[in-house]
């Protein structure tokens, strides 16, 4: 149970850290920000939302706001030497988008 608490704080520390390396892309649209690295550590919220063990800890409904917002603020084309990052981390982000939509967790932010 420990782990999955753990988890779940990772998962949220993760998610924080993508909200604000988004606001950041989209303010400054300058290559200077230290990038793709937050926005590359989305997999690690993709590989807990597709394990049955850690996706009842980690799923709220707060994760389906967070990641709709990030669907809204992810740049369509990133600055220079950024776009690669900018659509790695779109596609990850559709990935979680889908496996939430395959385990119902729609329910989530229905009910």
């Known amino acids: 149970m420990l782990l999955r608490q753990e988890m ?3 998962v949220k520390h ?3 850290g993508v909200a604000d390396q988004l606001a950041s892309l989209n303010s400054k649209r300058s290559s200077s920000s230290s990038g793709g690295a937050s926005l590359e550590q989305l997999q690690v919220v993709l590989h807990l ?3 049955p ?3 009842p800890a980690v799923v709220d409904g707060q994760l389906v ?3 709709a917002g ?3 603020a992810v740049p ?7 776009a690669g990052s900018a659509a790695e981390f779109r596609n990850t982000l559709l990935h979680v988008l889908e496996a939430l939509s395959q385990v119902g967790c729609y329910r989530l932010v229905c009910c």
């Not at 369509?76 to 950024?82: V, W």
Request: aromatic share 12%; charged share 15%.
């Open 8 to 10: 779940s704080g990772a």
């Open 14 to 16: 993760v998610c924080s």
């Open 49 to 51: 939302v597709t394990s």
């Open 53 to 55: 063990f850690f996706r």
């Open 65 to 67: 706001q967070m990641l």
């Open 70 to 72: 990030f669907l809204l």
């Open 76 to 82: 369509a084309d990133g600055p220079e030497g950024e």
